[in-house]
């Protein structure tokens, strides 16, 4: 049973809000998004997001992520397959790959460093660093 394995056995829920910086082909940007995920058993979580990049970016990405925590349930390695919708432009296949550690702050809210890789298609791959605060229901 999930209950045993996750530090609150009551929250399978966790919502996150994060911003960060993006470094994308010589390109800056500042990120906003939100994140949920569902875990499911021992070491699987699923889950969903919408990220946003303001300034010189101007695009929004939408993905579906796949999240597994391997020996520690706070670290999560993520895979998140999306659309990249740019403005200006047609939407684009995009592959999120990353990690973040949650650390925990009481019962139920938690910071998360975040570092993710964007791969898209075009060649205009992505580096992201953020931090969220997240919460567990």
């Given at each position: 049973?999930?209950?045993?394995?996750?530090?609150?056995?009551?929250?399978l829920?966790?919502i996150?809000?994060?911003?960060?910086v993006?470094s994308?082909?010589?390109r800056?940007a500042f990120?906003?998004?939100i994140?949920?995920?569902?875990?499911f058993?021992?070491?699987?979580?699923?889950?969903?997001?919408?990220?946003?990049?303001t300034?010189?970016?101007d695009?929004?990405l939408v993905?579906?992520?796949g999240?597994y925590?391997?020996?520690d349930?706070n670290?999560?390695?993520?895979?998140?397959?999306?659309?990249?919708f740019r403005s200006?432009?047609?939407e684009v296949?995009?592959l999120r790959l990353?990690?973040f550690?949650e650390?925990?702050?009481?019962n139920?809210?938690?910071?998360?460093p975040?570092c993710y890789y964007d791969v898209?298609p075009d060649?205009?791959?992505?580096?992201i660093?953020?931090?969220?605060?997240?919460?567990g229901?």
């Open positions: 049973e999930l209950k045993w394995y996750l530090r609150h056995p009551e929250h829920h966790h996150n809000i994060g911003i960060g993006d994308q082909n010589r800056e990120r906003f998004g994140d949920y995920e569902l875990h058993d021992e070491h699987w979580g699923v889950g969903a997001l919408v990220d946003v990049a300034g010189s970016l695009e929004t993905a579906l992520q999240i925590h391997p020996f349930p670290l999560a390695v993520v895979a998140a397959p999306g659309v990249l200006g432009e047609s296949f995009a990353g990690v550690y650390f925990e702050i009481g139920q809210f938690s910071i998360t975040v898209v060649g205009d791959d992505a580096t660093l953020a931090v969220g605060l997240g919460y229901f």
